[in-house]
């Protein structure tokens, strides 16, 4: 059939900007455009697939340290069946590509399999020829065997990673094991002669090209390889059984086709997928071609059936889950838990000091403790606010004011994770009372005496966009009962106070003496500013106790205060410690225009903070 009609403007594009082909010689210029491209095919305002976890750590490889990332569906069993494993191992000729590169391709993998995948990083040719990737390979393939015994293990790859995936079914068989479930070779090369009619069929013009790959095979198999390599027409007989997917306008689809009617020769159950109209590389074009969406969901429905673990058949009687979720973080003795419900802070715990007043999880806090306020910090009279020329109206609370932003109760994505570190997401859309729409995350990292917070905002919409952004978690250095918090010692690095009534601005502005020293019987309620900072630009706020010391600092994106005693928080939650808000702007800002934030279409802001202890 005809090429699909959504790659020519695509692969015109890429000829225009000199994108293809690929190969220009040297392998670290090549790495470099390779991954400019990948990353800016997504385009503008892309955002990952979410999947439950994603986690990136090392396991020990032939070679040394080898990087994996490891992305989970957050599915549950099959009955008495594990979820299964998918070993991934990108594409890029031996010689480009890395974890990123194929990054929305494994969050698809692992969400439309409901499945475990482990990605590897191995090493690249021209450096590192046959058979070090291999050896990566198959490496990884074992430590998952190891690692999640009972699951379902599944070596699959695309393109070179393809050929890769093929050669470690063949070592898995040849070195007793790992048992594997299935093998899963997208337009895999396997051909280094390149003798076959389709490799002069699509030779240039589509996407990779012949050229391309006479490169990545010199770099890969100086010395012309082995059966691991190049497998067609040897003993295939004991392997896996295998979902081969070719591409029609490809300069592979011939080497992935004789594959397959080799590998049913050899007894080898297995299910060739064509690619009609598709290009090679379309596992990772679904954004180009909604064919090449359909017809990777098709494959990977393939994969599942013949798993007999299918991942996202629909359930009748399915319902949204109702646990409470978040994510945790650890390093040392400090332990972080971050709200998905809001993108907040839930609980920071230091040995058995609760460094946060924070809540249980499942609870609806008071006082938005941990919360992250945006698009607005504190309160706003009346709800009420303009903008160009239009009056606006949010909804306010009881006291009659619009307090803290609309993210409270929003669901936020883990985008990114390790074991201390962790970014959440959302996205803001607009509403009647704010029509702007806003890209948010939150980069949390633990160190053993340190948390660092980084708020992210980007204008998604196609206005400018004014907003602020505030936090506000709550320090406990060790009270226990209300009142308690007036042992402790407080020290605010601000000279200015905002004269407020019923936490609102009146319009002036008074001095603020910040060395409160023991705050005894003192009620703080106060927005502040003009900071004293460092050299550095942080200002950093002192707080001691019968626990330890805490020192919470912020950067010059945040030239506010707000510090609060919790005077008016519920009886048993009150004064048992000090909010310290860093934000933007002071209260109603959005209405009077101080100090606000505004962001052009596609621009992006953002502002960091740190909280370190001191156990007494």
Same mark, same amino acid.
């Given at each position: 059939?005809?090429?699909?009609?959504?790659?020519?403007?695509?692969?015109? $594009?890429?000829?225009?900007?000199?994108?293809?082909?690929?190969?220009?010689?040297?392998?670290?210029?090549?790495?470099?455009?390779?991954?400019?491209?990948?990353?800016?095919?997504?385009?503008?305002?892309?955002?990952?697939?979410?999947?439950?976890?994603?986690?990136?750590?090392?396991?020990?490889?032939?070679?040394?340290?080898?990087?994996?990332?490891?992305?989970?569906?957050?599915?549950?069993?099959?009955?008495?069946?594990?979820?299964?494993?998918?070993?991934?191992?990108?594409?890029?000729?031996?010689?480009?590509?890395?974890?990123?590169?194929?990054?929305?391709?494994?969050?698809?993998?692992?969400?439309?399999?409901? +499945?475990?995948?482990?990605?590897?990083?191995?090493?690249?040719?021209?450096?590192?020829?046959?058979?070090?990737? !291999?050896?990566?390979?198959?490496?990884?393939?074992?430590? +998952?065997?190891?690692?999640?015994?009972?699951?379902?293990?599944?070596?699959?790859?695309?393109?070179?990673?393809?050929?890769? +995936?093929?050669?470690?079914?063949?070592?898995?068989?040849?070195?007793?094991?790992?048992?594997?479930?299935?093998?899963?070779?997208?337009?895999? @090369?396997?051909?280094?002669?390149?003798?076959?009619?389709?490799?002069?069929?699509?030779?240039?013009?589509?996407?990779?090209?012949?050229?391309?790959?006479?490169?990545?095979?010199?770099?890969?198999?100086?010395?012309?390889?082995?059966?691991?390599?190049?497998?067609? @027409?040897?003993?295939?007989?004991?392997?896996?059984?295998?979902?081969?997917?070719?591409?029609?306008?490809?300069?592979?689809?011939?080497?992935?086709?004789?594959?397959?009617?080799?590998? +049913?020769?050899?007894?080898?159950?297995?299910?060739?997928?064509?690619?009609?109209?598709?290009?090679?590389?379309?596992?990772? !074009?679904?954004?180009?071609?909604?064919?090449?969406?359909? $017809?990777?969901?098709?494959?990977?429905?393939?994969?599942?059936?013949?798993? *007999?673990?299918?991942?996202?058949?629909?359930?009748?009687?399915?319902?949204?889950?109702?646990?409470?979720?978040?994510?945790?973080?650890?390093?040392?003795?400090?332990?972080?838990?971050?709200?998905?419900?809001?993108?907040?802070?839930?609980?920071?715990?230091?040995?058995?000091?609760?460094? !946060?007043?924070?809540?249980?999880?499942?609870?609806?806090?008071?006082?938005?403790?941990?919360?992250?306020?945006?698009?607005?910090?504190?309160?706003?009279?009346?709800?009420?606010?303009?903008?160009?020329?239009?009056?606006?109206?949010?909804?306010?609370?009881?006291?009659?004011?619009?307090?803290?932003?609309?993210?409270?109760?929003?669901?936020?994505?883990?985008?990114?994770?390790?074991?201390?570190? /962790?970014? /959440?997401?959302?996205? !803001?859309?607009?509403?009647?009372?704010?029509?702007?729409?806003?890209?948010?995350?939150?980069?949390?990292?633990?160190?053993?005496?340190?948390?660092?917070?980084?708020?992210?905002?980007?204008?998604?919409?196609?206005?400018?966009?004014?907003?602020?952004?505030?936090?506000?978690?709550?320090?406990?250095?060790?009270?226990?009962?209300?009142?308690?918090?007036?042992?402790?010692?407080?020290?605010?690095?601000?000279?200015? *106070?905002?004269?407020?009534?019923?936490?609102?601005?009146?319009?002036?502005?008074?001095?603020?003496?910040?060395?409160?020293?023991?705050?005894?019987? $003192?009620?703080?309620?106060?927005?502040?500013?003009?900071?004293?900072?460092?050299?550095?630009?942080?200002?950093?706020?002192?707080?001691?106790?019968?626990?330890?010391?805490?020192?919470?600092?912020?950067?010059?994106? %945040?030239?506010?205060?707000?510090?609060?005693?919790?005077?008016?928080?519920?009886?048993?939650?009150?004064?048992?410690?000090?909010?310290?808000?860093?934000?933007?702007?002071?209260?109603?800002?959005?209405?009077?225009?101080?100090?606000?934030?505004?962001?052009?279409?596609?621009?992006?802001?953002?502002?960091? %903070?740190?909280?370190?202890?001191?156990?007494?």
């Amino acid at each position: 059939m005809p090429i699909d009609p959504h790659f020519p403007p695509f692969l015109e $594009r890429l000829t225009a900007a000199g994108a293809t082909p690929l190969v220009s010689g040297d392998a670290a210029v090549d790495r470099e455009r390779y991954r400019a491209l990948s990353l800016a095919r997504r385009g503008d305002g892309y955002r990952p697939e979410p999947v439950a976890d994603v986690e990136d750590r090392t396991i020990e490889g032939p070679g040394g340290e080898l990087s994996v990332r490891i992305y989970r569906s957050g599915l549950g069993r099959v009955g008495d069946r594990t979820r299964p494993v998918v070993v991934w191992l990108h594409g890029g000729g031996w010689a480009v590509g890395d974890l990123d590169t194929h990054d929305p391709v494994c969050r698809a993998v692992a969400n439309r399999l409901g +499945a475990t995948v482990v990605a590897v990083d191995y090493r690249l040719a021209p450096e590192h020829p046959h058979p070090a990737p !291999l050896e990566d390979s198959l490496a990884a393939v074992r430590w +998952a065997a190891r690692r999640w015994p009972t699951a379902p293990l599944v070596v699959a790859g695309d393109s070179a990673g393809a050929g890769l +995936a093929a050669g470690v079914a063949l070592r898995c068989r040849d070195d007793d094991g790992p048992v594997l479930a299935a093998q899963l070779l997208v337009y895999p @090369g396997l051909d280094p002669t390149m003798a076959m009619p389709s490799t002069e069929q699509n030779a240039t013009g589509l996407f990779l090209e012949k050229s391309d790959m006479r490169r990545f095979w010199d770099w890969y198999v100086p010395d012309g390889g082995d059966r691991y390599v190049a497998p067609l @027409g040897t003993d295939l007989t004991g392997l896996p059984p295998a979902v081969v997917a070719t591409a029609e306008f490809d300069p592979l689809r011939d080497e992935g086709d004789t594959y397959a009617v080799e590998l +049913a020769a050899a007894g080898v159950h297995v299910v060739h997928l064509p690619g009609p109209g598709l290009v090679h590389g379309y596992f990772g !074009l679904t954004e180009i071609a909604p064919a090449a969406a359909v $017809r990777r969901a098709e494959v990977l429905d393939v994969l599942a059936d013949l798993l *007999g673990t299918p991942g996202i058949t629909p359930d009748p009687e399915a319902w949204p889950t109702t646990e409470p979720l978040g994510a945790w973080l650890e390093r040392g003795a400090a332990r972080v838990a971050v709200d998905l419900r809001g993108g907040g802070l839930r609980r920071l715990a230091v040995g058995d000091w609760d460094v !946060l007043d924070g809540y249980r999880t499942g609870i609806v806090p008071k006082g938005r403790r941990g919360g992250l306020l945006l698009p607005w910090p504190n309160r706003l009279r009346d709800g009420r606010w303009s903008w160009g020329d239009s009056d606006l109206q949010l909804d306010t609370a009881a006291e009659g004011s619009a307090m803290h932003g609309l993210l409270s109760w929003q669901p936020f994505t883990v985008l990114a994770r390790t074991q201390d570190a /962790v970014t /959440v997401g959302t996205v !803001l859309e607009p509403r009647s009372g704010y029509p702007f729409r806003l890209a948010v995350a939150v980069d949390y990292g633990l160190e053993p005496d340190r948390l660092t917070v980084t708020v992210r905002v980007r204008n998604v919409g196609t206005h400018d966009a004014p907003f602020g952004v505030g936090m506000h978690p709550y320090l406990h250095v060790g009270s226990g009962q209300d009142g308690d918090v007036g042992a402790a010692t407080l020290d605010v690095p601000a000279r200015t *106070g905002l004269d407020l009534d019923g936490g609102l601005p009146t319009g002036g502005r008074h001095p603020f003496d910040g060395a409160v020293g023991t705050i005894g019987d $003192r009620a703080l309620d106060d927005a502040l500013t003009d900071l004293v900072r460092d050299d550095d630009g942080w200002a950093r706020v002192r707080l001691a106790g019968s626990e330890g010391e805490l020192e919470l600092a912020v950067d010059a994106a %945040w030239p506010w205060l707000q510090v609060y005693t919790g005077d008016t928080l519920p009886e048993g939650q009150r004064r048992r410690s000090v909010a310290v808000e860093p934000m933007t702007c002071p209260p109603n800002a959005l209405a009077d225009g101080t100090d606000l934030v505004v962001l052009a279409p596609d621009e992006a802001w953002s502002g960091s %903070w740190t909280l370190s202890w001191r156990p007494a």
